[in-house]
């Protein structure tokens, strides 16, 4: 006799554990969905439970790769360098026959041959540590500075006052810690060492302690100017304000419609909870299929231009959960033509819901997975109407033909995984960005998406936002390019912290772009035809620095519960003169929350 089929339910069945049945009713979900949550859960909590869970060797051997190692290849390479220049000087000066000849032709050819793969090395660990360690140090010690500063002074300050103390503490914060880098650079000089001899590189253990010497020394010295540098020039730069008025435009002109949506965190389970929000927040994808009918009868009754997701697609990253999200945009195909996607931490990074100390080594092939699902999903949405583009700011090839040559790798690794197989696709990923979606005119709009995901692979750094100095001088060249179009800067990570008074130190620190400030002023020279468009902290906020302006969306789907409405905005661009990109008020659009929710 063949079994009855299941069928899955409509509404939720009324609570077997309101019937005595249970004593915990599974849909309500427990503690465990909390576990990660910074909405249900204080930092120290959070933390405590990092400790605990950890795991120790894996912990260690991550700091080992990602820092102990750049370390001490960077501390090493003036040692190496110098032992080369002193074996040379010596068979400079023994040079009386043929082998010492062929020795000094042996050890040029060396010091050609090896000091481009040595300089490169040094280079390029160089700029791991100042990721990793020097530029969050400042953004973490500029924003401590500005939050003792506001809850001391700047409780009753205007927004303008504010915008004077930001001023004043980044050059304070710049001043103290480079202070503090030469302070270090001093203490740990006397066990520096920074020339080397041919013996001591066949007996490396005596080198170990000069060689992190010169690290730390190298380190604290360009953190000591570095911190000069953008402590004062952000002080000098214009300070976020609240946009003080929109644009007033001649009737007739060129406008577009652009809803933005973003941190939408698509689960994978019917009764899931998200990882930010935990059982304060909704459960299942219920308010995502409403917000896109909501969207299809706007669209049907005043034309949308563009659908505009700033990241945070899913929830983890997870197949289930790109697959839950690919299926609710393909019920609305009008609406998938329009729409354009770009990646998040969440989509991107390591993430657990109930495990805030999961830990990816810097070679798991976890997080290249992750990359190559959202890399797919991109590619799904809109790979035949985004660019890629090239140093020049040129759209070179279309997503879909760049992907080509790396398809059957990439279906390989899905299948089958492997650290092998995840090496062969290393740099794919991050070569796509920036895209472009090229104006239909060349006065038009165009979109320029960027991936602002920093290179963390711990689930409670997973938030860390970093602009490449690669993917910043492309999206100048576009603007270069494209002399008279307008232009969407569209990334995930809010460039700099908002400019409101805030309850906790951990409501403005480790979310924004580390190097935030940098990338506005780069951003400032284009700013008449430009507008910057992000998610991440689920705030509605319309602002700008000097004439750049910024547009923050809310989450239309987090910090609810399933009864409570939420909202996203629809913005109005327009052409103005002079190649101006003008903002007109926004539509404000709720979703209402499910009835009995």
């Given at each position: 006799m063949r079994a009855p089929i299941m069928t899955r339910p409509t509404v939720e069945p009324q609570s077997t554990a309101a019937q005595g049945g249970l004593l915990i009713d599974p849909r309500r979900g427990d503690i465990e969905d909390?576990?990660?949550s910074p909405g249900q859960r204080s930092l120290l909590a959070i933390a405590g439970s990092l400790l605990v869970e950890i795991s120790l060797p894996k912990l260690l051997f991550a700091w080992i790769v990602s820092l102990l190692l750049p370390a001490v290849l960077l501390g090493l390479a003036p040692l190496i360098a110098t032992a080369w220049f002193s074996s040379l000087s010596e068979h400079v000066l023994e040079l009386t026959g043929i082998g010492a000849a062929l020795v000094l032709v042996a050890v040029l050819a060396l010091g050609w041959f090896g000091w481009r793969p040595l300089f490169r090395a040094a280079e390029t660990n160089f700029w791991s540590l100042n990721a990793l360690a020097v530029q969050p140090?400042?953004?973490?010690?500029?924003?401590a500075l500005r939050h003792v500063a506001e809850r001391i002074f700047g409780k009753n300050s205007t927004a303008a006052g504010r915008a004077r103390l930001r001023a004043a503490t980044s050059a304070s914060a710049g001043i103290v810690l480079c202070l503090c880098a030469v302070a270090v650079a001093i203490l740990v000089w006397p066990a520096s060492r920074w020339i080397g001899s041919v013996s001591d590189l066949v007996l490396l253990h005596r080198l170990i302690v000069p060689t992190l010497a010169n690290a730390v020394v190298l380190?604290?010295?360009?953190?000591?100017?570095?911190?000069?540098?953008?402590?004062?020039?952000?002080?000098?730069?214009?300070q976020p304000l609240d946009l003080p008025g929109y644009d007033d435009v001649p009737s007739g002109c060129r406008t577009w419609r652009v809803a933005h949506?973003?941190?939408?965190h698509v689960v994978g389970e019917r009764y899931g909870f998200r990882i930010e929000c935990g059982r304060g927040g909704p459960?299942?994808?219920?308010?995502?299929?409403?917000?896109?009918d909501r969207l299809a009868a706007i669209h049907a009754g005043d034309p949308l231009d563009l659908i505009l997701v700033t990241g945070d697609m899913t929830d983890a990253g997870r197949a289930t959960e790109w697959a839950e999200f690919l299926d609710a945009v393909a019920l609305h195909p009008e609406l998938?033509?329009?729409?354009?996607?770009?990646?998040?931490?969440?989509d991107v990074n390591i993430v657990d819901r109930a495990n805030p100390a999961r830990l990816d080594l810097p070679f798991s092939p976890g997080k290249r997975l992750r990359q190559m699902r959202t890399l797919s999903a991109i590619a799904a949405v809109q790979g035949e109407r985004v660019y890629v583009v090239d140093d020049k700011g040129k759209p070179a090839v279309a997503l879909n033909e760049a992907l080509a040559p790396h398809r059957q790798r990439i279906a390989a690794f899905a299948e089958r995984g492997g650290l092998r197989r995840a090496a062969r696709l290393?740099?794919?990923?991050?070569?796509?960005?920036?895209?472009i979606l090229p104006p239909d005119q060349e006065d038009g709009l165009g979109v320029v998406i960027l991936n602002s995901n920093a290179e963390t692979h711990f689930s409670f750094t997973n938030a860390l936002g970093l602009v490449s100095v690669e993917q910043t001088h492309r999206l100048a060249a576009v603007f270069v390019n494209f002399p008279k179009a307008r232009w969407i800067v569209a990334l995930h990570h809010h460039l700099i912290e908002y400019p409101m008074p805030v309850a906790t130190f951990s409501e403005r620190i480790g979310t924004a772009l580390v190097n935030g400030?940098?990338?506005?002023?780069?951003?400032n020279r284009f700013a008449e035809r430009a507008v910057v468009m992000h998610g991440h902290r689920h705030i509605d906020w319309i602002g700008g620095c000097g004439a750049l302006k910024i547009i923050s969306a809310p989450s239309p789907v987090m910090g609810a519960s399933d009864a409570a409405p939420t909202r996203f905005l629809i913005h109005t661009l327009a052409a103005g003169s002079g190649g101006r990109l003008c903002l007109l008020p926004p539509q404000c659009v709720e979703i209402a929350g499910e009835a009995g929710g």
């Open positions: 909390d576990a990660s140090g400042y953004a973490f010690g500029r924003e380190v604290s010295g360009y953190l000591a100017f570095a911190s000069l540098v953008w402590g004062f020039a952000d002080a000098g730069m214009d949506l973003s941190d939408l459960r299942g994808n219920q308010r995502l299929a409403r917000l896109m998938a033509a329009r729409m354009v996607i770009l990646p998040r931490n969440h290393i740099g794919v990923f991050d070569d796509q960005f920036p895209m400030s940098w990338f506005v002023r780069t951003l």
